[in-house]
């Protein structure tokens, strides 16, 4: 089964409060290398967006106006995650936007069944402290420095790069040494197990050289 890391940006904290979904990333992982594909997609609200959300994310209600609505977006999103394992870091925020979103619609929710949540995988591996994903990249020496707002698209990628930490799996690297060095092997014939054998002769003149360099030396 593949595996999908979902975030989302809302507008506010509470779906039940009347808040809205105003961005979905999804990347598509195979044993959690990215196999490509992609779903991202901007939302227009049809609210007003608050100061403290804008203040998180900027998308602004003017520069969503014009996107898609979820109801446009909904089964494109559904196809994309199914069958798939989702990854989430604190899952229970983005589902509760994602599943009232799809409520509304009277459509299939997400199967609680199918979510991993990255959070509380943390929490399990490093519990009483701080466990955000910038806690989390910070304590993995992940490079933040494109994070300068919320981005959908972005924490999706920094969330597979934590979740690899957490799991303390190591990426498949090509090690081009290896192959190298077993050219060279190949190339070059071992001497270390090669005898030679000495003719009686090279050993009376070995031993007639000795004498020699000895009395020079020492007589």
Known sequence: MNEVFLDTETTGLSFKEGHRVVEIACIET?????????????INPKRSMPNEAFKVHGFSEEFLKDKDTFNIIADEFLNFV???????????????????????????????????????????????TSNSLDALCKKFNIDLSRRTKHNALLDCE???????????????????????????????????????????DEIKKHKDFLKSELRKNFY
């Open 30 to 42: 195979k044993d959690l290398i990215p196999t490509g594909k992609v779903f991202h997609k901007l």
């Open 82 to 128: 199914k069958d798939k394992k989702i990854i989430i870091h604190n899952a229970s925020f983005d589902l509760g936007f994602l599943n009232g979103e799809l409520g509304l619609l009277n459509k299939s929710k997400i199967d609680v069944k199918l979510v991993i949540d990255s959070l509380e995988v943390a929490r399990n591996k490093f519990p009483g």
């Open 158 to 200: 920094l969330l597979r790069e934590v979740y690899i930490n957490l799991l303390d799996v190591k990426e498949p690297k090509f090690d081009l040494s290896n192959s190298i060095e077993t050219k060279r092997s190949n190339k070059t014939k071992d001497y270390s197990k090669t005898i030679v054998k000495i003719s009686e």
